[in-house]
């Protein structure tokens, strides 16, 4: 019997509502993804990853769909996924069994340390994938038994990986301390007996959200790989010279920053130099004497947000209304221009749980409104964005940082429709039952609806 979950419409019945209407005339708030970005964003990443030579496993917990899975898988014959929760792989099972069909290789990552309590549902989902199809991350001894349990039901190892802590302390233990409680050697010795396969290290480290510049983001993935390599010298003697071990790193901002290294007018400065020397050390040598390949991992460049934008990782790239791939339809309810209130501002039918409430280190609020909203006459540098929020619903005023003088009117009208770039996609996604399509790259399709893609939800 499959875990109840929250559940959404019939797609039939949401295309039927949605499909050849203009954004503006839905019921909003509403979640509006144009897939042109999002395959130009997907395309672009493996491009670079297979110019580098190295693996790529895309998550997938930022858009929660089989659609955007598409887009980050593309045509490789290695389908490496990374998912937070089993709901996920769960949805995608009949695109991952679609992708077997046609022979291609499908491992999914279980993106926590493996929970007792999801052991026997992920087993099922495991045996319906088969052998080498489900990996999973343990960073304390306690959880080895799982992994006995994992083998005994779904009747094949799971891969594993050791999660680093590489200075982010979400998770992962640091790497002095991998075989923490003899974790290390028991692993091996399970590896060793066919009940696990020993697969790598593991590290996500979104140290580089707080980054501004390539360089920085570069820096951040050379420390991440730099860790892993540590990790692996301080307990090389534990690991087996007999078997290749993977280095598995990133977040999206230092992940996106290795297309500095492959782009065309990519000059060779201090920071690309020495990652790219990095990188070859785990490909191309065999760090204390094991063999070792690099794989990276990320999820939100496929789309995109205010808080990926603000790092800058990539030398070219654009503003906000050429980059996000996702904003928030929503409506102005009223206008405050004509001295209600210290400084213009506006109430729009959209609050926390459509946009979320996530910081960005860019500027002091919750999200950018798209400069098309404005009016002609308006400075192409000012900006208006949500700066304060609610439940249901925001309130949108000049940045602070923008040439706006003081008590400039807002140029908004009482039930205009207006899109908001939000500052963390995977959390406002999370408030959306589906997403509605555009493609940017279809004359006519920027602003009309051509699909409708349903997230899965829960756990």
């Not at 800058?312 to 790239?317: A, F, Q």
Request: glycine share 6%.
């Amino acid at each position: 019997m499959s875990i109840p979950q929250r559940l959404n419409p019939s797609l039939e019945s949401l295309r039927q509502f949605y499909l050849g209407k203009h954004i503006h005339d839905v019921p909003k708030p509403a979640l509006i993804l144009d897939q042109a970005r999002m395959r130009r964003h997907c395309q672009s990443l493996v491009a670079a990853t297979e110019a580098l030579g190295v693996d790529f496993r895309a998550h997938v917990k930022t858009h929660k769909t089989v659609e955007g899975t598409r887009l980050q898988v593309g045509q490789a014959k290695k389908v490496k996924l990374v998912a937070s929760t089993i709901a996920e792989i769960e949805h995608l099972l009949p695109l991952l069994a679609e992708y077997q069909q046609q022979g291609r290789d499908v491992n999914v990552l279980y993106g926590i340390p493996l929970p007792r309590s999801q052991v026997s549902r992920l087993a099922a989902v495991g045996r319906k994938l088969g052998a080498k199809s489900l990996a999973v991350l343990v960073d304390d001894a306690d959880q080895l038994k799982h992994l006995s349990q994992f083998h005994d039901e779904a009747k094949f190892p799971a891969a594993v990986y050791v999660k680093v802590d590489t200075g982010y302390h979400r998770a992962g233990l640091p790497p002095w301390g991998i075989n923490k409680d003899s974790l290390l050697s028991d692993l091996v010795a399970l590896d060793i007996s066919g009940i696990v396969d020993f697969v790598g290290l593991y590290s996500h480290s979104s140290l580089s959200y707080n980054d501004s510049t390539p360089a920085q983001a570069m820096a951040n993935l050379e420390g991440e790989i730099t860790g892993c390599l540590d990790a692996l010298a301080k307990n090389h003697e534990l690991f087996p010279t007999n078997k290749a071990f993977v280095i598995s790193v990133g977040a999206s901002p230092q992940v996106s920053s290795v297309e500095n290294l492959v782009a065309e007018d990519s000059k060779l400065s201090t920071a690309t130099q020495s990652l790219r020397a990095t990188m070859q050390t785990v490909s191309d040598s065999r760090p204390h004497g094991i063999a070792t390949s690099l794989e990276l991992h990320a999820g939100v460049y496929s789309i995109l947000d205010m808080q990926q934008m603000a790092t800058n990782s990539r030398g070219k790239i654009g503003g906000p209304e050429d980059e996000i791939a996702v904003s928030v339809i929503s409506e102005v309810c009223s206008v405050y221009n004509n001295g209600e209130r210290e400084q213009p501002e506006a109430l729009v039918s959209a609050g926390v749980l459509a946009l979320g409430r996530e910081p960005c280190a860019s500027y002091k609020g919750w999200g950018v409104v798209d400069a098309s909203s404005f009016s002609p006459d308006v400075i192409a540098d000012r900006r208006l964005i949500v700066s304060r929020i609610s439940q249901e619903h925001c309130i949108v005023a000049w940045d602070s940082a923008s040439t706006a003088e003081e008590g400039t009117p807002l140029p908004l009208t009482v039930g205009q429709s207006i899109r908001i770039y939000p500052n963390h996609a995977c959390i406002t996604g999370a408030m959306h039952g589906w997403y509605l399509v555009v493609d940017s790259d279809m004359s006519g399709m920027e602003t009309q609806i051509i699909d409708v893609w349903c997230r899965t939800s829960g756990w």
